[in-house]
């Protein structure tokens, strides 16, 4: 399943410019209060509060920071490409340079653990995570966000 | 004929004060109270001063019933610890069995000294004889109550009430020594002790591998195992006390071999000897109690309050910090173990060796002894239960153990057969998981037996029986634990995020909306781990938590260090993939994306 119900064209960041992991989380949850109107510091707060349990790299060089906000009105995310990888805290200790954020609405419960899922499912298809990396631009980007068949890690057309 | 009288007589009254003993165990469950108190009482009653009317002051019998029970007691107790346990407490509990009791001692006898009227030696053989936590007592109670401690402090407990007893038994007996015989300096003393605790140690490692051999090479009859090996701790027992060593740490050293080592016939001795310890508790403390002479307790009644008022709420707890300052526990967790203290029946037996020496003034200590014996199962005892939920260290018992079969399997001593009746809502039915070392050998189904094959698979409401190790059967256990289902749709795993098993619960439902029960909120993920498996967690255990299932990532030391999550996912997914093509690619995928990572 594509995650175009997750993240709109305008919420993908081709090349984010970011020095950390700090600078990262800010940058995404000042993108992300522009978007959904909401309060910057409460995103940031949020994101750092969940970070604080553990980093949200999942390995590979992919990072999907997340946490549940009041007041938001549906699932809502952001998929930034770092200009150049940072150091997330992974386990793997590999640099990151794909964030997918993810912020759910207070409640929402088992939507917030399917939408999670589905992202990192997605993103840990070795070729998924090959083709963002190598996509042109933004509209790239979202094109393989929302067209790639998640069951299949693969997609046959970018085999090269 | 009048000797014949008088022996049916004895007979008669012994084992009709044993009885009463033994139904008054029903009275103590449903009012909770202490139930070593009732058998004292029991026994203060049949006595001289009370409505029985029994002329007993033989204290050698009392001696050696005494010892015999205590030998009992403290096998049965190593029988019951496991190596696991014991591993990870010993430096803590050590310290509190040796030191702690020398501390508490010392801190007594001050009182002890103006109170009593007392020598200062004489005044620190009172402090000897009380500064022992009564294993038997610590755990009738915690058992009787039902109360689920966390394993880090079941444990420490567990250890330091096993070994200390011989460490005060020692100390009490070299202060007697001195104080009869006036001989000896305090390094001799020192010395002797180290000597019997080696001896101790030692006979005690043979002895149990012995019976361990023994037992294994001959082929008893069915019955006899588990008499054997009660007959065999008392042997060991009384040969280490006869080469002047411990024989007290020595039984329960042996217990500790036996129960650690694959017996045949395992469960046919824990059973025995659980019956056995029973006994030896009821008639150790009846007995205890028929030597008491109420009357003359009122006199020393005061100041042995004071001795166990200093006893509570300064020594112990000063001992417990003293000791458990270089180690990490938790303050609630320090004044809990202060408060567990228990005083039992060691500390009367052993206030009897004044007696049976024959020492002047030997009736203050036994009826000191008594008095503080009396106040800790009173006090310490009603307030046992309270205390843990007050500090938190007592486990929800949210998941009642399911009813386990074990089943010998003669021929061999690894294995056995452990059955479980299947319910809707088990993790077994639910999930088919069960770990690669169990197998299951039968199935009863609609009162036919089936052999695996026959049954096909397992549904609800059969019975099943597995091939386990005999060390690892009871962690099958929470397969068959009846636990509601969860909320959310099966959760795959996916791996990905992990956190720090420092995280709490609480903190975990609350970023995830995941619904937990309140008690659990502020519990670390790694002492959650703890707490739901009875052996150590290993790496790839998962637990169900509210939607989502949580996996021990990595464990360092039977610590759970890191945590996976399994987040729910996608409904429409097919649990697995059916095809065999589809099957192969599932089992290549996971080689795939390994290399890549690598």
Known sequence: MPLDDLIAPNAVLPALKVNGKKQALQELAAKAAELTGGNERAILEVLIQREKLGSTAVGNGIAIPHGKLPNLPHLFGIFARLGRPIDF????????????????PEGAGADHLKALARIARLLRGQDVAKTLREAEDGEAIYAILSASPVTDPQPPQQAA | MAALEIVNLTVLLGAVIV????????????????????????????????????????????????????????????????????????????????????VTAALVAP????ALDLSWTESLLVGAVIGSTDAAAVFFLIHTRG?????????????????????????????VEILAQGHGSWGEAAAELSVRALVGLALGLLGGQAVVGVMNRLGLPQGLHAPFVATAALVIFAATEATHGSGYLAAYVAGMIVGNRPTRAHNAIITFLDAVTWLAQIVMFVILGLLVWPERLLSSLVPALFVAFALTFIARPAAVFLCLWPFRYAWREKIFISWVGLRGAVGIFLASIPLLVGMPKAYIYFDVAFVVVLVSLLVQGWTL??????????????????????????????????????????????????????????LVRDERVLSPLEGGAVRENDYVYFLAPLEKARALDRFFVDMPAPSAPDARLLGGFQVSADVTLGALAEIYGLSISEEDATLPLAEWFDQQFDDTPTEGDRLPLGAIEVVADRVVDGKVVTVGLDLADEPETPPGPLTWSGRLRAAVKPLISGLGLG
Request: glycine share 10%; with cysteine; charged share 15%.
């Open chain 1, 89 to 104: 805290e992974a386990l793997d200790g590999q640099p990151v340079d794909l964030v997918c954020l993810l912020l759910a």
């Open chain 2, 19 to 102: 009885l009463a003993g033994i139904l008054s165990s029903l009275v103590a469950l449903r009012f909770g109270a202490p139930l070593l108190l009732i058998f004292l009482l029991i026994g203060v009653f049949a006595g001289e001063s009370g409505p029985g009317g029994i002329k007993f002051n033989d204290v050698g019998i009392a001696f050696t019933v005494g010892s015999i029970a205590l030998a009992l007691i403290l096998f049965d107790g190593g029988l019951r610890t496991r190596f696991q346990a014991f591993k990870n407490v010993l430096a803590p509990a050590g310290l509190l069995a040796t030191v702690g009791v020398l």
């Open chain 2, 111 to 114: 009182v002890a000294f103006f």
């Open chain 2, 147 to 175: 109360l689920r401690l966390r394993p880090r402090i079941a444990a420490t407990l567990e250890v330091e009430s096993g070994t200390n007893d011989p460490f005060a038994i020692f100390l009490t007996i070299i202060l």
């Open chain 2, 385 to 442: 239960t309270p205390a843990a939920r007050r500090l938190q260290v007592a486990l929800p018992r949210s998941d009642a153990a399911p009813q386990r079969v074990e089943l010998d399997l003669p021929g061999q001593t690894t294995h056995e057969l452990v059955g479980y009746a299947v319910g809707a809502n088990s993790l077994f039915l639910r999930r088919h998981v069960l770990p690669t070392w169990a197998k299951l050998a039968l």
